[in-house]
């Protein structure tokens, strides 16, 4: 299967990753847990679409998926040093050069996403919505989108939908 064998490469063979400092230590079982959680999650946003594809086109999406669920469930603990953009800088390497289905040049793996339905990985920022002030509006209840809010919003929603438990640090 597609994911057994996406676990065996990215995961279990892929080495370099259990080395990089983490916020909070991360067990085996809660990674496994977040990449099922996101997968589970995707699988069923995008099932339609996926059904559309050609049996090689599913396999690319399917693995681009689990790609996408493994570097948040992996990569958005990286960090709780003097250097986060270091660590952050370092996994982004790794990841982006372990990923067969490789990733646009320019920015880190966490800016992107994969779409089946254009069967590429797409920037968040084309995700974040535009804002509009109003004038009435007291100032403590604006509220700015930004690339970061924006993806970490669809992964809190991910999990509150999904009925599993999640901790943004």
């Not at 009435?136 to 993806?151: C, H």
Request: hydrophobic share 40%; proline share 4%.
């Amino acid at each position: 299967s597609v994911f057994y064998r996406c676990f065996q490469t990215y995961i279990e063979q892929n080495q370099e990753i259990h080395r990089i400092r983490h916020i909070a230590p991360m067990v085996d079982i809660g990674m496994v847990m977040t990449i099922c959680t996101i997968l589970d999650a995707l699988l069923k946003e995008h099932g339609e679409a996926l059904k559309q594809l050609k049996e090689e086109d599913q396999r690319t999406a399917y693995e681009a998926m689990f790609i996408y669920a493994g570097l948040w469930a992996i990569g958005s603990s990286i960090g709780g040093g003097q250097d986060d953009e270091k660590d952050q800088k370092e996994f982004n390497s790794i990841w982006r050069s372990s990923s067969k289905v490789k990733f646009p040049e320019g920015g880190l793996v966490f800016d992107y996403f994969y779409d089946p339905a254009k069967n590429n990985w797409i920037s968040w920022i084309t995700k974040v919505p535009i804002y509009t002030p109003t004038e009435d509006m007291a100032f403590t209840k604006i509220y700015v989108s930004t690339l970061q809010t924006t993806r970490l919003r669809y992964l809190l929603d991910i999990h509150v939908n999904q009925i599993k438990p999640v901790l943004f640090i």
